[in-house]
């Protein structure tokens, strides 16, 4: 555990932890061991039982008797079959192999087929140890039929064949093509979505409680079937339903299944964001309001009625100054964040249970798990916008997960020879987190000034001697720190004062004009990094140093106008070391080239304007609140006097967030 009292190192950050398992240990188990005479799970309350045991075979045998051929002779083809391929004679292999290739589709099937496939499969499972990497053609037809849509006895047969297959086989079975089908199969009656997923998590119960080790096998094949990121909402959220009810009878799984969907969440979500910003703000707006106006009518959807509403949802964003192209491109926009919504949705439920009581065994392993994902997914990729939100809400849950996660984000941002623009990354997560946190107890928050304050310290005076001036790429690091304790400052400024004595509930303006007392070392802190050779006012984002400068002055904290006014006068590409630094900056186009030398208003936790998922942190969001008597002040000293104070409009950051609600300073 990481703390901001104690700070041992963290394994996950050290290398890459792999998202999926390569081994896991396991022991086979015999058949009858492994429940394949339980019932396939149907959701009708009152489904018939019905029984797969050991008779099932002479059940077989007696249907076929009456036609001719008997499983046992069925069992004598088989081997012979299978024998005379290896010597090099395969015209039985090939007649056997046919039996299952037709099963893809073909328009004639019929009963007598269907029954001719499950007891050629049924002979199969007996001699799967001689199903080698020669008979790979048999096998992999069998896998690729459509088994899924046919009757229970063959869905029951196939499951015994996968389970004497990875048996046989262990971890070089390649279950990959195993066919997912649509439950329409021509001489079988239609199986309905519901049964399709039942009989799937009966196959996968079975093969792992016959061969516990098959989850190694099983692992990354979830993650080659994972759907693709423009696939539908409705399939992406029945995808995670499955994985989470795989979990119920495969629980060794769940650490690499909750890594696979936070690991393509993040790639939705950084899609999302980079289509949002490359349409014109009036699409992006008219998309924003076509969320909010009917929030409700994207939490829920009937499987049948999923894809004709996509044909509604175009109404919202339709225009009639729009081409035809802009109007389809804002639906998929809008299709992408409708999506990215919903899986949060959903993402937000399944992890809650894990913390009905935060100080549990169970929520604790789950934050660490949560941890992993935020310093192995989360924090390397730049451009995330919502799905940090998993961390910040749960993290709230109580003052000892507040205090590891924002202990997590201060190790990662000070841990030595880790990439820079991790470091970066780090301090802005943990201002945002401290700024934005409604739980955040005061004490959280002048404990992380003190330690940004601290490290700020150490890296100035080992680098003031030999600075030239200021240069995001040597002294990146120090930029970000300081842009994080900025930001703090502006959203938490009540909470750095030494005493709330000075606050009056009936009259919030009375402690204008008063000296306030701060926190020891805060001012002086600040004061030795902003006005060090580092020069960081200069290299912060503008927006957020001008905010700064703002509320400093009107609080009587500090006045660095006229730094700001020198500032102006210097050039930074005559100091930096790189145009291509690959820090975290801002890379918009500007009338000064300065801009590309400073770093970007990026703070992870931007306001969060997803209109289903919004609820569950709604509880936990510091928003952007107007100091009192500022505006009288910027207006008698001309400084600003068309800002605004409504909602986070005067936010000390360009609050780009997927939804543009918020308004930009």
């Known amino acids: 555990m990481v703390s901001l009292t104690s700070k041992p190192s963290i394994p996950t950050t050290t290398g890459s932890k792999p998202l999926l398992k ?31 045991n ?16 008997s499983l046992e002779s069925i069992r004598v083809e088989v081997k012979r079959a299978i024998e005379a391929h290896g010597k090099g004679d395969s015209e039985k292999y090939d007649s056997i192999k046919e039996v299952f290739a037709q099963t893809e589709g073909d328009e004639r099937e019929d009963a007598c087929s269907n029954d001719e496939a499950k007891t050629y499969l049924l002979a199969l499972t007996g001699y799967a140890s001689l199903l080698n990497k020669d008979c790979n053609g048999l096998v992999k037809a069998i896998l690729k039929c459509d088994w899924m849509g046919r009757e229970e006895g063959f869905v029951k047969a196939y499951a015994q064949f996968l389970g004497n297959l990875v048996s046989a086989q262990g971890a070089s079975a390649d ?33 792992l409680r016959l061969v516990p080790s098959a989850s190694a096998t099983l692992s990354p094949i979830l993650s080659t079937k994972f759907p693709f990121s423009d696939e539908s909402k409705r399939v992406h959220v029945t995808f995670i339903n499955n994985l989470v009810r795989l979990l119920e009878y495969a629980p060794e799984l769940k650490s690499d299944v909750f890594a696979l969907i936070t690991d393509r969440l993040v790639k939705i979500d950084v899609q999302m964001q980079v289509d949002l910003d490359d349409v014109d703000d009036e699409v992006a707006g008219a998309i924003v309001q076509g969320l909010a106006m009917n929030p409700s009518d994207h939490e829920e959807e009937d499987d049948d009625d999923a894809d004709d509403s996509d044909d509604s949802d175009a109404e ?38 894990y913390f009905t009581d935060p100080n549990s065994i169970e929520a604790a392993n789950m934050f660490e798990t949560l941890l992993g994902h935020f310093a192995n997914i989360i924090l390397p990729t730049y451009r995330s916008r919502h799905t940090q939100f998993l961390l910040f809400h749960f993290a709230q849950k109580s003052e000892h997960l507040i205090d590891q996660f924002a202990g997590t984000c ?115 802190t600040l004061s030795r990094a902003i006005y060090s050779k580092l020069n ?34 210097i050039r930074l590409s ?29 703070f992870p936790f931007d306001p969060y304007q997803l209109p289903v998922s919004k609820k569950w942190i709604e509880d936990d969001y510091v928003q952007w609140q107007g100091i009192p008597g500022l505006n009288k002040d910027e207006s008698d000293d001309d400084s600003s006097g068309d800002e605004e104070e409504d909602g986070d409009e005067n936010a000390p950051e360009d609050d780009d967030t997927a939804t543009d609600e918020e308004a930009e300073d």
């Open 175 to 207: 279950l990959n093509t195993v066919r997912v089908s649509s439950g329409r199969l021509p001489g079988c009656p239609d199986v309905s979505r519901d049964v399709l997923s039942s009989r799937v998590h009966f196959a996968l119960r079975y093969l």
């Open 22 to 52: 390569t081994t896991m240990s396991g022991t086979i188990r015999k058949a009858q061991d492994a429940d394949l005479d339980d019932d396939l799970e149907v959701p009708n309350p009152k489904r018939a039982r019905v029984s797969f």
């Open 410 to 524: 201060v190790q990662l941002a000070f841990q030595p020879g880790r990439p820079a623009v991790l470091r970066q990354s780090s301090a802005a997560y943990l201002a945002s987190f401290v700024a934005r946190g409604a739980h955040v107890e005061p004490q959280v928050v002048r404990t992380v000034f003190e330690l940004i304050g601290s490290n700020l310290d150490y890296i100035r005076t080992e680098n003031e001697l030999t600075c030239r001036g200021p240069d995001l790429k040597k002294y990146g690091t120090f930029y970000a720190m300081t842009q994080a304790l900025l930001y703090i400052f502006c959203f938490r400024w009540r909470d750095l004062i030494d005493s709330s004595e000075v606050f009056d509930d009936e009259d919030p303006t009375a402690f204008i004009g008063q000296d306030l007392v701060w926190t020891t070392g805060i001012k002086e």
């Open 536 to 569: 960081p006012l200069k290299i912060c984002s503008p927006p957020i140093v001008s905010e700064f400068a703002k509320i400093a002055h009107h609080l009587r904290f500090m006045y660095v106008y006229p730094l700001l006014e020198t500032n102006k006068r």
């Open 54 to 69: 050991p008779k099932v075979e002479e059940k077989v045998l007696e249907e076929y008797v009456a036609k001719g051929r």
């Open 574 to 602: 005559q100091f930096s070391s790189a145009v291509g630094n690959g820090a975290l900056r801002d890379s918009g186009n500007g009338a000064s080239n300065d801009s590309w030398h400073q770093l970007d208003a990026y």
């Open 316 to 353: 919202s964003i339709n225009s009639d100054n729009e081409s035809g192209d802009q109007v389809k491109r804002a639906k998929e926009i809008q299709e992408s964040v409708e999506k990215m919504d919903a899986i949060l949705d959903r993402l937000f439920a399944i992890y809650d249970p």
